[in-house]
Every structure is written in C-alpha cells, then in structure tokens.
C-alpha cells in the first residue's frame, strides 16, 4: 500500500510543483538573455538598464516565492489531506498509519530536494552565463576529483556522504516536525489551525534552547580537554537530524493512530 | 455468528458535554438498520468511531469482532456526511483511487451506475453539482462488496427526487449478506427500506426494535413515532 499512497501523493502534488519550477526555468532564461545582452553596460539611465534591473530583481522575487509557495504547499496538502474532509477518505482505508506518514513525508522531501536542485542549477547557469557555464562545471568536476586523490581521501569521502545523509535526515525532521505541530494541533478542540503554528514555535524555542546547551556543552569540552572536534561538524547534525526525525514521526504517528480526532 | 456491530458502554465526551453516554448495542448481520435521531443525538459520532475517524473516552466498539483498524476498514464502507474527495480528480481518477485501495470494489458496477446516471467519467469532481458529488460517492460505496455498509446522512442534501435514485441505488446494489447502518433524520424517506430502527436521543440508545414490530405495535409510521419519541 505505500507504493500506491506514494503514488496518488504524487498525482495530487505534481502539478503545483512542476509549474513552480517551471517559473524558474523561465526566469532563468530571461536573466539569462538579460545578462548575455550586457545591458547593465548601458548608462545607468538608460530604459534597458531598468529593464535588466527589473529583470534580475523579478528572478530573485521569483526565487523567494518558490522556497515560499513550495513549502506553504507542502504544508497545506498535509493538512487538507489528513485532517480536513479529505482525512475522512484518507483514514478509512485499509493502510497503516506509518505508511501514510511515511508516503507523504518521502514524497515532500523528494520535491524539496527537486526544487532546490533547480533553483541550484539555475544559480549556475546564471553565473556562467558568458559561455563559461561547460568551463564552471569542469572546474567543479575536477575540484571534486582533486578531493577524492587528496591525502585523507577516505576521510573526505565519507564526510561528504554523512553530510549528504545528515542534510537528508535535517530535511526529514523538518517536515516531520510541520506533521507533528499540525496533528498535535487536532487534539485541541477549537482553533486546530491556530494551535498547530503555537505548537511550532513552541518546538522552535524548545530546539534552540537544546542547540544552545550542546553549543556550551561543547565548547567547553573542547576547552578542557583539548578536543579535536569541530563544533558544527556532520556527526552533530546527524545526531540531531536522526532524533528530531524519530520523536516528530513518533508524534505524528501517535496522533494519528491513537487521538484521531475527526470532528 | 457474532453480531457485526458491538457497543460496550461506549461513551464520547468533548470537554464536558456528552455526545454519547454508555451506549450498549449489537447490529445484527444482513439487515438494513435505521440509526435515527435529530441533529446533535450522537449519531455521527457514533459512526465516526465504528470507523476509527474518533477514539472513545471510555467503552470499546467491535466490528466483525474486531477493534477498528486496518482489518475492520477492508470490510467498512462508509459514507461520511461531507465531501471527502479530492476536488482536483476526475471521476474516472477516484474510480481507480477505490480499486487501488479496495479489493473488494467492483469497477464493473461503478461504471454502470455512473452511465445510468450520465456522469461522465472525465468531468473533474470540482466541475460537478454538490448533489452529483454525493452521487459520486455513493456510487464509489456502493460498488464496494462490505459486509458493512455505514451510510452517515446519504440523503440529507439532495432533493427528492434525487432521494429516491439514491435509496433505489442503495438497496439495489448492497451485498446481500452484507448490513447496512443508515443514519437520518428523514424518516419518511426511508422507513419503507429498513428492517429495523434504533431511536437515539442525547447521545443515549431510546429504542432498538424492528421496523414492522413498531408499525404492529404503535399503530402507525416510523416517522409519526420518531415524532412523538423526539418532541420537543
């Protein structure tokens, strides 16, 4: 069943989405016409130097409405899905509760991860945009490679990888911890909306108050004991990302399972 | 066999009101049954709770002999009393959503209710009529082989002659062992189907009788009685 929940989770996120990051590809291919014309080379009172002014600055807007409108999508699906009428259909089928969580949550992440692939490439192209953009990428190539026949090859190489899994597991607790705040929201009786964002910012505080003890704790291992450790390496974001992912699943799923409450 | 429906002093509370208090009832298999009650009597939240959309506060609710879950799902069919499918689908889209998920959902019989109906399966649901989004619906509940049928105010919103094609539909296509529990409060519009009636009042069970048995004894329609019982 979590194939077919993936599935329609898909089907009812696609379309949104895919015009969200079609808005940047035209975007950038507009500032990118713009900055190949070199009108900024014109004088600074200039109708083409406004335009190209215009043009970079709606490229930037449209940027920020992509992280925005992306992730108040992510969260409005969630909601409509689970807990308003279409909860009703959602909850009345034969599927676990941990299949439906983890469905919607896979699915968020993997546009997420989409969209900021194409807002990455598109920061790229813009920077290349002279004709150097085969040159940025080789040089990048051949900066990674250098990495990886560089002395602690080993060392390097798997830092990468358990920063790639540590970003993975921070990108999970985030949307886990949305989840949490919406289903802990259901359980008050009125203002379930209003609740949940209380719920957010409670955490928010509660997480910061925890990061805030590790950031003390930390330094002043370092200070008596001469630690070699780095103070915002991948092993504490790892750390953190795996147990903010695992209590906001936990959350959510008992909600879920144990408190539904559809009124 | 056991009933298909057990209640053990389920009760239902929000903040201090009641919505059900120590309800006691077993729904036996193969009949149409009548939950009836004016509004805010507990119904839907009964309902609600033999579907796993609400937890009791205290008491438990069986069904086939089993708490609400994944297994009693595969044998529900419910029908909530709201919209529940995603607008932006098509008809043809919320057909295959139910094959998907049920294995017991006959698509053979869905579509032929939606070509008596007219409906065609390419319309997107957002584009159709309230009252042919409840058809819809019911269409999709109704090709289903449940054992249970849970109808949550099938005909509050549509009119009369809407009413009919829908009780037509549900009795015409329920699975003969199967039982149904209709909730409403439009008793003359459905009295002729039921087999027997539960009365509830407050969130409290008032009566559970058969339906021929209240016409024997009283004298008169389910509807005139349900009249007299729930006078204000």
Redesign the interface.
């Known amino acids: 069943m979590l194939g077919k929940l993936m599935k329609y989770e898909w089907k009812a996120t696609w379309k949104f989405l895919c015009i969200a990051n079609l808005m940047i590809v035209v975007m950038t291919i507009i500032a990118d016409v713009t900055v190949k014309l070199d009108f900024f080379a014109y004088d600074s009172d200039s109708m083409l130097q406004f335009i190209a002014m215009m043009v970079m600055m709606t490229y930037v807007l449209s940027m920020f409405a992509m992280v925005i409108g992306v992730a108040i999508f992510l969260v409005y699906r969630f909601y409509t899905s689970t807990y308003s009428d279409q909860g009703y259909l959602l909850h009345t089928l034969p599927v676990d509760k941990h299949h439906i969580i983890i469905a919607k949550v896979l699915v968020s992440a993997l546009w997420i991860i989409l969209c900021e692939a194409v807002m990455y490439l598109s920061v790229v192209v813009l920077i290349a945009s002279n004709g150097e953009l085969v040159e940025t990428i080789t040089d990048s190539m051949e900066t990674i490679i250098s990495l990886a026949i560089a002395e602690n090859v080993q060392l390097k190489g798997l830092a990468m990888v358990m920063t790639l899994i540590a970003l993975l597991f921070n990108l999970f607790a985030k949307l886990l911890k949305v989840t949490a705040c919406i289903s802990l929201g259901q359980l008050s009786a009125n203002h379930k909306l209003l609740f949940s964002v209380l719920y957010y910012f409670g955490i928010y505080v509660v997480q910061k108050i925890f990061s805030g003890f590790y950031f003390v704790f930390t330094v002043a291992m370092i200070r008596k004991d001469n630690y070699e450790m780095e103070l915002y390496g991948w092993e504490s974001m790892l750390v953190s990302g795996i147990i903010y992912s695992v209590v906001f699943y936990l959350i959510t799923w008992y909600v879920m399972d144990k408190k539904l409450n559809l009124e | 066999m056991a009933p298909i429906v057990q209640c053990m002093g389920l009760t239902k509370t929000?903040?201090r009101k009641i919505a059900l208090n120590q309800i006691y009832l077993n729904l036996e298999r193969s009949r149409i049954i009548g939950l009836l009650g004016p509004n805010g009597s507990g119904k839907t939240t009964l309902i609600?709770i033999m579907?796993?959309?609400?937890?009791p506060t205290a008491g438990d609710v069986l069904i086939n002999g089993q708490r609400p879950g994944?297994?009693t799902?595969?044998r529900?069919s419910?029908l909530?009393e709201?919209?529940?499918?995603?607008p932006?689908m098509k008809v043809i889209?919320v057909v295959q959503?139910f094959q998907?998920?049920?294995p017991d959902f006959r698509m053979d019989r869905a579509y032929d209710m939606l070509s008596r109906l007219q409906i065609q399966p390419n319309e997107r649901l957002k584009n159709l009529s309230k009252g042919t989004k409840e058809k819809v619906q019911l269409i999709l509940v109704m090709s289903r082989d449940a054992d249970l049928y849970i109808l949550d105010e099938p005909i509050a919103g549509v009119d009369p002659a809407s009413r009919d094609y829908i009780l037509h539909t549900i009795v015409s296509n329920y699975n003969r062992n199967a039982s149904i529990l209709l909730s409403t409060h439009l008793i003359s519009d459905v009295e002729n189907i039921l087999d027997e009636v539960v009365f509830i009042k407050y969130g409290s069970i008032v009566l559970q009788a058969g339906a021929e048995q209240i016409r024997q004894n009283e004298h008169k329609s389910i509807d005139r009685f349900f009249r007299e019982v729930f006078a204000c």
Not at chain 2, 51 to 55: A, E, R, S, V
């Open positions: 929000y903040g609600k579907n796993g959309l609400l937890k994944i297994d799902k595969f529900i419910y909530p709201r919209t529940y499918l995603n932006g889209e959503y998907d998920f049920y």
